[in-house]
């Protein structure tokens, strides 16, 4: 099974800065990984897929990067509602997708 | 708009049989590429992706589970019913249903989620 990493376990940011998650697969997963946003008592929200592509409604402050191994998101200019927890997931080597362990994002 | 909303029990006792409905709108499950998955998420960890059913019937699960879940449609209802045997206490987690991303069967991430059911495994 393909494993996703995800750093750092925690990113303390101020509104307004920028943040950059990181996400590692055990193997290459090409350019076929997307990215999620969880907040408390809400399902996962795609932001990311195909690495690059924003989803439906995302806003252009968010921006992915990356290929084979390791992935980039960026987060430009925190919002408040950006504080949340991010997962990576891969869907190149499959059964099964697999989703990294998340980055929680938090009000430094 | 795409919606998909989870039911069924919310708490089941070990080695029993769980269901769960997702039912949706918004999209034909008869409709080519298109596919609903569902996936799990114990508290406070990852999401875990369970099983994928396509347009055309055909199906795919996690290979460490598959013996355990059973993955069907009905068109007609707009629903896919999920059947996992023998649940265990490990199995408690938040169950949601998803619609897959991509065009081509290969290429699945999950672009809109259902708000997900809690299902705890107690005696």
């Known amino acids: 099974e393909l494993v996703m990493t995800q750093s750092p376990a925690t990113l303390s940011v101020s509104p307004g800065e920028s943040a950059t998650l990181s996400c590692r697969a055990s193997?290459?997963?090409?350019?076929?990984l997307a990215w999620y946003q969880q907040k408390p008592g809400q399902a996962p929200r795609l932001l990311i897929y195909g690495t690059y592509t924003r989803a439906t409604g995302i806003p252009a402050r968010f921006s992915g990067s990356g290929s084979g191994t390791e992935f980039t998101l960026t987060i430009s200019s925190l919002q408040s509602e950006d504080f949340a927890v991010y997962y990576c997931q891969q869907y190149n080597n499959w059964p099964p997708v697999t989703f990294g362990p998340g980055t929680k994002v938090e009000i430094k | 708009q795409i919606t998909l909303n989870e039911s069924g029990p919310t708490l089941v006792k070990p080695t029993q049989t769980l269901t769960l409905t997702c039912t949706f709108s918004g999209f034909s499950l008869s409709s080519n590429d298109v596919g609903v998955g569902w996936l799990r998420q114990p508290p406070g960890k990852a999401p875990e992706w369970l099983a994928l059913i396509y347009w055309d019937d055909d199906t795919r699960y996690s290979p460490s589970l598959r013996s355990r879940l059973t993955i069907n449609k009905d068109t007609s209802k707009n629903q896919v019913v999920l059947k996992m045997t023998n649940m265990d206490p490990v199995d408690t987690a938040t169950y949601y249903c998803?619609?897959?991303?991509?065009?081509?069967?290969?290429?699945?991430?999950?672009?809109?989620w259902g708000q997900g059911i809690l299902v705890t495994v107690s005696s």
């Open positions: 998803a619609h897959r991303g991509g065009t081509t069967w290969r290429y699945n991430w999950f672009d809109s």
């Open positions: 193997q290459t997963v090409s350019s076929n």
